[in-house]
């Protein structure tokens, strides 16, 4: 299968050498206590049903000494899942899908160090009653997911086939995520495409690093251009392919222009300007009305698991940004002045 987005194995069986054929959804019907033969087929449909490393449908049939894995874009349940009255700013919601606006702050799923106060401690409560949320998924409804302290829109699955639908478009890239960030300098060219692979840091495990070879890693593909110069930071635009951990960020690291702010990748020291003292205060000040990486998820568009129609989101830039933006705006409107 393509290497578009990480697939983890969730379940495993191998075919019993006196198997006499027999429809797949059948098969794992029998074998999986919780796993209706609906769901089965909605996973199957969508790809996420592989036998010996090919996807099948529903109808496939297994045969003695078949190697069935069912795969999905999150990794298999780590820890216990408590549903918390956590408030959501909910941008829209039907039957199928939820789109939410998340802070910065917020983590998406509950992790070591993170066990409570997530987004899916939210969703358990706000959809309890959905059975997607009930069965005791890792990541229940999650399709794809931004960092702690970036914020933004994010789409949410409420019920199977719109997991697997909506997992499949991410797959095969048909969605369409654009953020906006503040980073240090200005890119030159002020528009174009980075395409370097993306993979764990060699000594830290934690952050990501770019391998320019391309022999390591996987491949990520960010596109931007510049809305707007503010001296010695940009606003700009960046366009995903593909949707790597930490990909926008360490691809705008790579090419020296890390996100203002952005303790992990080297964008929270004065990178460029002046020595004045009086500058340097400016950028402390903007550091603490910004304290994490200046990026926002501002729209995300997809085609609905139900109807197909083409669903567009897009979201104001959070306070913190604009304040700051507002400040560079003075900043270099003074210094203009002064010139």
């Keep these: 299968m393509p290497e578009q987005q990480e697939l983890y194995e969730h ?30 087929q909605n996973a199957a449909n969508a790809g996420n049903i592989l036998v010996n490393s090919i996807s099948v449908k529903p109808n496939y049939r297994v045969k003695p000494d078949d190697i069935i ?90 019920n199977e086939h719109a997991l697997n639908n909506l997992s499949r478009q991410f797959y095969e890239r048909t969605t369409d995520r654009r953020y906006h960030a503040l980073v240090w300098g200005a890119p030159n060219p002020a528009e174009g495409t980075i395409t370097e692979h993306v993979g764990r840091n060699i000594r830290d495990r934690k952050i990501m690093q770019v391998f320019e070879d391309g022999s390591t890693g996987k491949p990520a593909i960010t596109h931007y251009k510049t809305l707007e110069n503010l001296g010695y930071i940009t606003l700009i635009e960046c366009k995903l392919e593909t949707g790597r951990t930490h990909q926008i960020r360490v691809h705008l690291s790579h090419i020296k222009h890390p996100i203002f702010n952005d303790e992990e990748y080297g964008g929270n020291r004065i990178l460029k300007g002046t020595t004045f003292s009086k500058y340097r205060q400016f950028v402390e000040n903007c550091f603490s009305m910004l304290p994490r990486q200046a990026l926002h998820a501002k729209s995300l568009a997809f085609n609905h698991p139900v109807t197909g129609e083409r669903l567009s989101f897009d979201s104001e830039l959070p306070e913190d940004m604009k304040t700051v933006i507002a400040k560079w705006r003075n900043y270099i409107s003074g210094r203009e002045l002064d010139e």
């Design 11 to 40: 379940f495993r069986f191998v075919v019993d050498g006196g198997q006499s054929l027999l429809r797949i959804d059948k098969y794992l019907s029998v074998r999986m206590d919780k796993a209706s033969r609906t769901r089965i």
């Design 69 to 158: 894995q069912i795969v999905l874009p999150n990794p298999p349940r780590e820890i216990e899942l408590i549903p918390q009255n956590i408030p959501l700013d909910i941008v829209y919601e039907d039957t199928d899908v939820l789109v939410v606006n998340k802070a910065a702050g917020m983590v998406v799923h509950p992790a070591y160090g993170n066990y409570s106060g997530t987004l899916v401690n939210a969703l358990m409560y706000h959809l309890k009653d959905l059975p997607l949320f009930s069965i005791g998924e890792a990541r229940p409804g999650l399709v794809h997911r931004i960092d702690k302290n970036t914020s933004g829109i994010l789409v949410v699955a409420k």
